[in-house]
């Protein structure tokens, strides 16, 4: 396994270097024979054929010594082609590029805040009480997110106190450069409490189904990698500078998934307009319990936080579409799918259950081994083909399918002809897999590039931290105002 990546992987011929920087207990079940470190998937590098191709073809490369590369593809905005256009390439682009269907350029190079289909005033007033200052933090001995806790108390409780984000974000930010992975916490089981009692109220606000607008950045698996994570933001810019679209799979397995989660939530709160997250299949009660974030929850607060990170990870949204032409889930595809309206359905709060689509789109696969759909070999859902692939695409209108829940070496790796790309956002995964991480940009007019982090072990990361400075990035937070008013919301479409 090669720890750069190849000149030849998954695009044309060349690559332009960029700025170097540093469910149900059935589900827990099946997941712990099939979502090991060793085997293929959610926690196994891609060994696909045309993967096998990659790794020879890589022997032949020249050595990259940047820590990013650009990669560009292009997707055709929603209102310049119609949807089912075919793929087809460019001649030789300056930057290597893949071309989907041609794209129409926007000329606006301001950065701008993502959108969702939101349109009553409920996220306007959520900005307002939540995003710009403060929280509500749970008073000590407070029944808040317990389950069997009554709807209604006799018992006179503490008002709670007020929590400056900003603050929480800085202490965050201090330990993920810092490289310290203690049992202490920088917040106290009450702030974190509050933090996902508020959080909870921004997902239920916005739709299970995102429709999001253009600039963003689109983040794989990022597994608990809090220094990783860093590493992302330092790359890539820290929001609001850069809007970010998660795609699932915070905890479990690092060592540090309570912060990664954490700071991740007081993002979505501080700005709930530039940041989203979508679910991932770890984000499950079951699943923790097997893969280390309930154990980590036990360890260094208490089962009553875990069940308030339960919580929230029962009101995240599923799925989102980009310029209405790229959809983005955390694992693939159903066959129960058959309008986007079906994603948009899904209420919430709700656990994974053990069947049917919402377990689909966040455990399901492709393989290039079948051209329609076949059994997965983690023992949960499907895997599924080209056909399948193309079948979605054209249906609906898509030109790319965006999806983590794979370790792939190089940290994107492309299936069926450039449309669908999976994406993963954990270098080094568990600290012996050797792979590269990748953030995948999208442009003002629809050109998606990808930013590449290289692997590095525990030393690596606290020297590629060394030298940033918290406050720098803090004073960009705290000197933000956040806003849910300065963005141009994506049509909603019924398909």
């Not at 009553?120 to 000590?140: G, H, K, W």
């Not at 916490?185 to 999001?212: D, H, K, W």
């Not at 699932?248 to 307009?273: A, H, M, N, W």
């Not at 994603?343 to 329609?372: F, H, V, Y």
Request: glycine share 6%; hydrophobic share 35%.
């Amino acid at each position: 396994m090669g720890n750069t990546p190849s000149k030849n992987a998954p695009v044309n011929t060349s690559v332009t270097p960029a700025a170097s920087s540093s469910a149900s207990s059935v589900l827990a079940a099946s997941a712990e024979d099939s979502d090991d470190p060793g085997s293929s998937g959610c926690s196994g590098l891609s060994r696909s054929n045309h993967h096998h191709q990659q790794q020879q073809q890589q022997q032949k490369s020249t050595h990259h010594h940047n820590n990013s590369v650009s990669i560009p593809i292009r997707v055709t905005p929603a209102s310049s082609q119609p949807s089912s256009s075919p793929v087809r390439s460019h001649g030789t682009p300056r930057h290597d590029s893949a071309s989907l269907s041609s794209a129409t350029s926007v000329s606006s190079s301001v950065l701008s805040s993502v959108s969702t289909t939101s349109t009553d005033s409920s996220v306007s007033r959520l900005s307002a009480s939540f995003v710009s200052t403060t929280i509500s933090e749970v008073p000590a001995g407070s029944a808040e997110s317990s389950e069997s806790a009554p709807k209604s108390s006799k018992k006179a409780t503490k008002q709670p106190a007020s929590v400056d984000i900003n603050d929480l974000i800085q202490r965050l930010i201090a330990v993920g450069l810092s490289g310290s992975s203690s049992k202490r916490l920088c917040l106290t089981n009450s702030e974190i409490i509050g933090v996902c009692r508020a959080a909870r109220s921004i997902f239920l606000a916005q739709p299970t189904l995102l429709e999001l607008g253009t600039p963003v950045k689109v983040v794989g698996d990022i597994h608990g990698q809090f220094g990783d994570l860093m590493r992302i933001f330092q790359l890539c810019g820290i929001p609001p500078t850069a809007n970010y679209l998660f795609l699932g799979d915070y905890v479990d397995r690092g060592k540090q998934s309570i912060e990664t989660f954490l700071l991740l939530l007081c993002f979505k709160i501080r700005y709930p307009e530039n940041v989203f997250l979508l679910r991932g299949n770890h984000e499950c009660a079951s699943v923790t319990k097997v893969y280390g974030f309930y154990d980590e929850c036990k360890r260094r607060t208490s089962t009553r936080v875990w069940k308030s990170f339960v919580d929230v990870f029962n009101t995240l949204p599923i799925a989102a579409t980009i310029g209405g032409k790229i959809f983005c889930v955390h694992g693939g595809l159903s066959p129960y799918l058959n309008s986007l309206d079906d994603i948009r359905n899904i209420q919430r709060p709700t656990d994974i259950p053990e069947i049917g689509l919402l377990s689909d789109m966040l455990w399901s696969d492709p393989d290039n081994t079948m051209s329609d759909w076949g059994p997965n070999d983690r023992g949960v859902s499907y895997c599924f083909g080209r056909t399948v692939v193309d079948g979605f695409c054209a249906k609906f209108g898509f030109d790319l399918i965006v999806r983590g829940h794979m370790v792939v070496e190089d940290g994107y790796e492309f299936f069926d002809k450039r449309k669908l790309v999976t994406v993963f956002s954990a270098p080094n995964y568990c600290g012996e897999f050797g792979n590269w991480a990748a953030v995948m940009a999208v442009s003002p007019d629809l050109l998606c590039s990808f930013e590449l982090l290289k692997p590095l072990d525990t030393i690596g990361v606290k020297k590629a931290l060394r030298n940033v400075r918290a406050d720098s990035l803090v004073s960009k937070i705290s000197s933000t105002p956040a806003s849910a008013s300065n963005f141009t919301r994506q049509p909603s479409r019924s398909r």
